[in-house]
């Protein structure tokens, strides 16, 4: 209830209780369903790792247990997660697996969940047009609209992707129609994010002389709302924007902020289109710093995590503790990534990160 009136940090508060409760007390079949729903709130609060680590051991449980709707719906869940951080590959796998599984049962919520997933990371890639006919559906108003719970989330989405994808004159009254729906929502909801996707999305509609503005507000709105990943679309639109107006002296401003705060997120698809736009800005790029273009690209996000707190001293109980992880997950990537790396311990792992 928490999370559909839009109270985030409520929602996230009383599901990490009930999974507290289920690791103390069980019974080991409701360990899924726990994970599955504390993922959903790290991953409105913008945690994508977070939402990532309990889905994937959600997701063993599930199978353990024998629940497949529950895999379903941790599949879509993964893959929102790598639409941000990626690759590609990995959310086109887990939606894939997610629509395999929510289809036969009639599991709406996955089903929305998994095509956002695809449409958000073929906005990453630079296929708007992609991106805005799997959203389409989901958010009109025929008998393949989306789930409720996540319908409305999806429809900043589908705003960009239209807009980006050149939106043909008879889409504008029904990309209106959403806008308008969605200011409903957002003005009967608690989620601290919902004003400025909403000022985004006007933006992105309205008139040359009124979309500086909209901007403005939509970024006013991020610094109060806090989350690095919102934000920084918002900062890559806005730049974009200027710079398609020749206004490329103001554009390199967003568009720098927005590639920083997408490398900070390990949002590595969105910073080479953020990087991209910054280049034809006129700005220089620098190498990044972040462990993609060094030895620990061969890395995932959750091993790189496990393999910096390793290397800060903690044990694999403390890691386990620190991204609420079992111990023997821990060891089993800490084990991954000694053979991915060609190292034997833990010092040596230190003295890599520390280069």
């Not at 247990?65 to 893959?79: D, I």
């Not at 951080?85 to 036969?104: N, V, W």
Request: with cysteine.
């Amino acid at each position: 209830a928490a999370l559909l009136l839009g109270d985030v940090a409520g929602a996230g508060r009383a599901r990490a209780g009930a999974l507290a409760a289920v690791r103390t007390g069980g019974p080991d079949a409701l360990l899924p369903q726990a994970l599955e729903h504390l993922a959903y709130a790290e991953l409105r609060a913008g945690r994508h790792a977070g939402a990532r680590a309990h889905a994937l051991e959600g997701l063993h449980a599930a199978r353990r247990t024998g629940q497949p709707n529950s895999s379903a719906h941790l599949h879509a869940v993964l893959a929102l997660a790598a639409s941000v951080e990626g690759p590609a590959e990995a959310c086109a796998a887990h939606g894939d697996a997610a629509l395999a599984g929510a289809g036969p049962h009639g599991l709406a919520q996955a089903v929305t969940l998994a095509t956002w997933a695809r449409a958000r990371a073929d906005l990453a890639s630079g296929r708007p047009g992609e991106a805005a006919a799997r959203l389409a559906p989901l958010v009109g108003t025929g008998p393949a609209r989306g789930h409720f719970a996540a319908r409305m989330l999806a429809v900043p989405c589908w705003v960009e992707a239209a807009v980006l994808g050149g939106r043909l004159p008879e889409e504008s009254r029904e990309l209106q129609a959403a806008v308008d729906e969605f200011a409903s929502w957002a003005a009967r909801t608690a989620d601290p994010g919902a004003p400025a996707q909403l000022a985004r999305c006007r933006a992105l509609l309205a008139p040359a002389d009124e979309a500086d503005a909209r901007y403005a507000e939509a970024l006013a709105h991020h610094g109060r709302a806090g989350g690095d990943f919102e934000r920084a679309r918002t900062q890559l639109l806005y730049g974009q924007w200027l710079r398609r107006r020749r206004r490329t002296r103001e554009a390199r401003g967003p568009l720098r902020d927005a590639l920083v705060a997408f490398q900070r997120c390990s949002a590595r698809a969105w910073a080479d289109r953020a990087a991209g736009e910054l280049r034809a800005a006129g700005a220089p790029v620098g190498a990044s710093r972040s462990a993609a273009d060094g030895p620990l690209a061969a890395l995932t996000p959750q091993q790189l995590r496990i393999a910096r707190c390793v290397a800060e001293g903690a044990t694999n109980r403390e890691v386990a503790l620190r991204l609420s992880l079992s111990p023997r997950t821990v060891d089993h990537h800490l084990r991954n990534v000694f053979a991915a790396l060609g190292i034997r311990s833990r010092t040596e792992l230190t003295r890599l990160l520390a280069g």
